[in-house]
């Protein structure tokens, strides 16, 4: 037992060492040397564990998703009010990008798919896509929740980095919650809506969720995944 606890102690005074020299200096700043003498250890158990650098780029991005995801589910866990949620994500999804702009860049700045940090990065869209669910089951979605989702989730990343090609002493410090609040207009049924096309998407977007984990509903598979396409076509209706 012992010498596993020793390997994971080290293995994680290493991805934080990382992580910190990548959130201070950038992807140059993380040299197997500099990690290896800010973890108090050797190269050759870096290496051993993490293999060349791109390897301990990899796990140390890893790690910082790890932590962010962690948080990200912790805001989630007490709400009560699933669109203050979403502000309160976006919020979160900032403070992260600003805080590790080059492990944002390593994840965002060009396409990736199929590697771990791909599907590290899918794990909390997921947890985001829960949360515009919980909006869609109170009504108040005006598309579908895929779309709502791939549609926060892209205007928060592009906001993030926009805004990490601006010099920190010029941003402007009030553009994040205008930002927010403009993607949240165009997902978010206003509250007084009573009628018309937003109004019939918010109630498809709402039976869809209703019906989503198919329990007491008295169609088949096939049905109810025709009758979920028919939602989502309802939903997902362009607003005019």
């Not at 200096?25 to 190269?43: E, F, H, L, Y």
């Not at 890893?62 to 007490?78: E, N, P, V």
């Not at 203050?84 to 390593?106: E, N, S, T, Y």
């Amino acid at each position: 037992m012992a010498p596993s606890s020793a390997a994971t102690s080290t293995s994680e005074r290493l991805l934080d060492a990382a992580a910190e020299l990548l959130r201070e200096g950038g992807v140059d700043a993380v040299s197997t040397r500099a990690v290896a003498a800010a973890a108090g250890t050797q190269p050759p158990i870096l290496y051993r564990r993490f293999g060349d650098k791109n390897g301990l780029l990899e796990a140390a991005t890893l790690h910082i998703l790890q932590g962010y995801l962690t948080k990200k589910r912790a805001l989630l866990k007490h709400s009560e009010d699933p669109v203050a949620d979403l502000a309160r994500l976006w919020d979160l999804f900032v403070a992260f990008g600003f805080a590790q702009p080059d492990c944002f860049g390593w994840i965002y700045g060009h396409p990736r798919q199929g590697d771990s940090v791909a599907t590290a990065a899918a794990a909390t869209v997921s947890v985001l896509q829960d949360a515009v669910a919980r909006v869609a089951a109170h009504g108040k979605l005006r598309m579908s929740v895929e779309r709502a989702t791939a549609l926060f989730h892209s205007c928060g990343v592009g906001f993030v980095l926009t805004q990490l090609q601006v010099p920190i002493a010029d941003r402007d410090p009030d553009l994040s919650e205008i930002a927010c609040k403009a993607a949240l207009s165009n997902i978010v049924a206003s509250t007084g809506l009573r009628r018309g096309r937003s109004a019939t998407s918010a109630r498809a977007a709402a039976l869809r969720e209703a019906l989503r984990d198919g329990s007491d509903v008295p169609l088949t598979l096939a049905e109810q995944q025709l009758l979920s396409e028919w939602l989502n076509r309802i939903s997902d209706r362009q607003h005019r």
